[in-house]
């Protein structure tokens, strides 16, 4: 059997390794146009910013690491012209030598990944402009920066890329300003944990723009919107990836409702013998169960391993995706997985949100603040999503939620999780675990949570509340809640005839502990409505200097 594979990145040269491992009969046969194969595109900006010395260490195969390892012949700038499927052949042209050649196949694989998404902005072909894509734009910028010694760095985007860049810039030196065409930072986040990232950028010097966008590039400087003008002597386009489908769309290929490729769980397109993988097809997602599209090497190299051994008479399914991302700014780790608030909302959940400030080892073995904030279904307390913002031991939660999320566990689960405890890691009740406290006694105990932005919203429309802080007087008098009442946790058993139990009444304290601890006694004292406020004092007032910026 001759298997043809458009593609030698990540999914590509995945799905060729599985096909062969699979027979050692069959011709494998990889074209890409690029003059770099099966790269770590994720390593990029840290090469940039120095913390990667060697470029090579993100090329490390290569087609004669290919050829000896798995008998598989790569051929480096050839690209595909046309497929006929009908006839099974496709157009191919050497880009080297400029000569056009037939070629036919038994199956084939479309790996054709995606391209820099490049808004049509004035200016954006001078040459001090560059979208970060794949090794060669790398090196491009490299030896941008070697020759030209840029000062003023504007990025356009807030995703991963863009972030890594930034970070990576500020430590070569560079003023960086980021612009953003949505109201907040990361556009994956709610919106009250990427206000933690902006703040971080800020207190880092990085100057952010959030809803603008750029009218025009020039030589010197970037007009953006408001008639404000940066300084720039280097722009950075990171505004997003677009599937590369215009090969697939001319072969007949179906696209799915993203514009992005549609495959099955095999990952067989619409035509009969043709597969497709990596950043080409649209996904599902793992709990609406919907078509989506998130580029991650990580989901093409198990596309790809998938394609490959199907395309070789096997039967492995795709299982879906959450969208799960971490990436590094700084010395903050910023992670997400399953659905965010808006997405949960949007499709109709009910949701019990939670903000669980913890450290993630004990203090006294040195350990650092996370506020991990959890989406679950009021209705059945399944764990929708979370998102985490902290400087150590985010990497290892995340997976851990990511894995909860993906066989359904419900917030009465977490609790009941044997995790690995000792001081230099964690604390004995880990923050997983209070996760599953607290949104396990939101949603089965009674004890429901209010976010700032509902208790806010309330208090505008002038709604009758009864707002407690339980701290102690000084903690009360450096800032609290508007019109709240100071009771402090040890005075409130001595204090209940002077509350209304038939009000809506909320408590909180700095993080959130004994704001419940409070809610407990007012609800066993025949309280009718007791509501801790989530993430206590510290995210609300998070939440009001928000506020406070986006009014300006």
Do not use: W
């Not at 990889?30 to 840290?46: A, L, R």
């Not at 979208?131 to 985007?157: C, E, F, H, W």
């Not at 043709?274 to 190299?301: M, W």
């Amino acid at each position: 059997m001759r298997i043809i594979i458009i593609g030698a990145v990540a999914a590509g040269t995945s799905a060729a390794a599985k096909a062969r491992r699979n027979g050692e009969s069959h011709e494998i046969v990889i074209y890409e146009k690029d003059t770099y194969i099966s790269y770590s595109g994720c390593g990029m900006p840290y090469y940039l910013g120095g913390e990667v010395e060697n470029g090579e260490e993100l090329t490390p195969r290569n087609p004669e690491f290919f050829k000896s390892k798995y008998n598989v012949d790569v051929l480096t700038a050839h690209e595909v012209l046309s497929v006929d499927p009908g006839k099974q052949s496709l157009q191919v042209k050497n880009l080297v030598t400029g000569e056009v050649f037939e070629d036919h196949y038994d199956k084939l694989i479309l790996a054709t990944g995606a391209a820099a998404a490049v808004p049509p902005i004035p200016g954006r072909e001078l040459a001090h402009v560059f979208t970060l894509r794949n090794i060669n734009d790398m090196y491009r910028i490299r030896a941008y920066l070697d020759t030209k010694s840029p000062k003023q760095a504007v990025i356009v985007g807030t995703g991963f890329i863009g972030l890594e860049l930034a970070e990576n810039f500020v430590k070569q030196g560079m003023n960086v300003t980021l612009v953003e065409m949505l109201p907040q930072v990361t556009p994956g986040l709610d919106s009250d944990m990427a206000d933690m990232v902006e703040s971080h950028l800020e207190k880092k010097g990085v100057l952010v723009l959030t809803g603008s966008t750029v009218e025009e590039i020039r030589e010197k400087d970037v007009r953006i919107s408001q008639d404000r003008e940066v300084k720039a002597d280097l722009v950075i386009l990171a505004t997003g990836v677009r599937p590369n489908v215009a090969l697939a769309k001319t072969m007949g290929v179906a696209l799915g409702s993203t514009g992005a490729i549609a495959v099955n769980a095999h990952m067989e397109t619409s035509l009969p013998g043709v597969y497709a993988c990596g950043d080409c097809i649209e996904q599902f997602h793992v709990v609406t169960g919907k078509p989506v599209y998130r580029p991650l090497g990580s989901t093409a190299n198990k596309t790809g391993r998938i394609a490959g051994h199907n395309a070789t008479g096997g039967d492995l399914e795709f299982r879906g995706v959450l969208g799960t991302g971490i990436f590094r700014v700084f010395d903050l780790t910023v992670a997400q997985t399953g659905l965010s608030t808006t997405e949960a909302e949007k499709e109709g959940y009910e949701v019990s949100i939670s903000h669980n400030i913890k450290p993630n080892k004990p203090e006294y073995m040195g350990g650092r603040e996370m506020v991990i904030k959890s989406v679950a279904d009021k209705k059945d307390g399944r764990l929708l999503g979370v998102q985490i913002v902290g400087e150590e031991g985010v990497d290892k939660r995340i997976d851990v939620f990511a894995t909860l999320i993906t066989f359904g566990a419900k917030v009465s689960d977490l609790v009941h999780l044997d995790l690995a405890y000792a001081p230099p890691f964690s604390t004995t009740k880990d923050p997983v675990l209070y996760t599953g406290m607290i949104q396990e006694n939101a949603i089965y105990g009674g004890r429901p949570l209010m976010t700032p932005e509902e208790l806010t919203k309330l208090q505008a429309e002038g709604k009758t509340i009864q707002v407690l802080d339980t701290r102690v007087k000084k903690q009360f008098e450096a800032g609290h809640v508007d019109e709240a009442k100071n009771l402090p946790h040890s005075d409130v058993r001595g204090s209940l005839d002077s509350l209304k139990k038939d009000v809506i009444t909320v408590t909180y304290c700095n993080k959130g502990t004994t704001g419940n601890a409070v809610q407990n006694i007012l609800l066993n004292e025949g309280f009718k409505e007791v509501y801790n406020l989530s993430g206590g004092h510290k995210n609300f007032a998070r939440f009001r200097e928000h506020q406070k910026k986006t009014k300006k």
